[in-house]
T-cell receptor
């Protein structure tokens, strides 16, 4: 069964450093998402992406964040200058987005620890 | 998107049916009801969705009331592996796909 994969599984970085989280969505999916979950809190939407453009972004997704689909298979989330409060699990998801049906398939997540 | 209300926690005996309720009294005509679950710290997992008819798949059944103001997710024979947080999410078909997760219901399946 096809699945969304994410690398690395755990990333430790120093405050102020740039990180890139990588995702490989399911191959025939057209819609891509990033969510995050701070330890003990709800899963929060960050951004949705379609046709090489951001469709929607949340208030969390400020100028420090960017997304890219560089080569038709990978989907990346970059945080330019990490802060302590960026420590969280980051989940990538993808969907085919059939009309009225938006089953999103999530990856296993990347745990980001900012020291 | 309409707001949902779920009980914070429920217990279920292994092998019995787990019935998880969700209220969505402000749902509008073009909004779907989706159910996801999150096992421990894994990525959320899609379970099932519906508009107004009851739905069944290999994982669960979804019963939506006639007025669509509430629904119930049924896991027919719960196992220990079904212990998870279950999220009921309402989303319109014109939405950009943003899923808004609430606190969900923590289902504890006990032996």
């Amino acid at each position: 069964e096809p699945e969304v994969t994410q690398t690395p599984s755990h990333q430790v970085t120093q405050m102020g450093q740039e990180v890139i989280l990588r995702c490989v969505p399911i191959s025939n999916h057209l819609y891509f998402y990033w969510y995050r979950q701070i330890l003990g809190q709800k899963v929060e939407f960050l951004v949705s992406f379609y046709n090489n453009e951001i469709s929607e972004k949340s208030e969390i997704f400020d100028d420090q964040f960017s997304v890219e689909r560089p080569d038709g298979s990978n989907f990346t989330l970059k945080i330019r200058s990490t802060k302590l409060e960026d420590s969280a699990m980051y989940f990538c998801a993808s969907s085919v987005r059939l009309a009225g049906s938006n089953e999103q398939f999530f990856g296993p997540g990347t745990r980001l620890t900012v020291l | 998107d309409a707001k949902t209300t779920q009980p914070p926690s429920m217990d279920c005996a292994e092998g019995r049916a787990a019935n998880l309720p969700c209220n969505h009294s402000t749902i509008s005509g073009n909004e779907y009801v989706y159910w996801y679950r999150q096992i421990h710290s894994q990525g959320p997992q899609y379970i099932i969705h519906g508009l107004k008819n009851n739905e069944t798949n290999e994982m669960a059944s979804l019963i939506i009331t006639e007025d669509r103001k509430s629904s119930t997710l049924i896991l027919p024979h719960a196992t220990l592996r079904d212990t998870a947080v279950y999220y009921c999410i309402v989303m319109g078909s014109s939405n950009t796909g943003k899923l808004i997760f609430g606190q969900g219901t923590t289902l504890q399946v006990k032996p």
